[in-house]
């Protein structure tokens, strides 16, 4: 009985606990070309013409932190991305904010600026 009893708290915990709301900010990079951009500076020189290349584009984007991390977007973030990239006039250094519900390494998007 106490086995059930503890299970049924930990699953009752793992429902309650919200998501954690944030405010991200960084480079925007697609998924493709996120691993040859593992830093924040060398993630400021991807071109906007490589992340709306298809294959890129098509791998979805994220945001490169700071520290170094990459925060997978979901399908709503995908769709900011694609319009905020083909409204910019810029070419590289897509600094960026994301409002959003961070679990682990993506998050669900709510909002997208280019700063």
Request: glycine share 8%; charged share 25%; net charge negative.
């Amino acid at each position: 009985m106490r086995r059930v009893l503890s299970l049924l708290f930990g699953l009752t915990f793992l429902v309650s606990t919200p998501l954690a709301a944030a405010s991200v900010e960084g480079i925007l990079v697609d998924k493709a070309c996120s691993a040859e951009t593992t830093t924040y500076d060398a993630a400021k020189e991807h071109s906007r013409d490589c992340a709306l290349m298809d294959d890129c584009k098509a791998s979805g984007f994220g945001v490169v932190t700071t520290d170094g991390k990459f925060l997978k977007f979901d399908a709503a973030g995908d769709k900011m991305a694609v319009e905020a990239l083909g409204k910019s006039s810029k070419e590289n250094n897509f600094t960026v904010t994301v409002d959003g519900t961070v679990e682990g390494n993506s998050i669900k998007v709510t909002s997208l600026k280019l700063t």
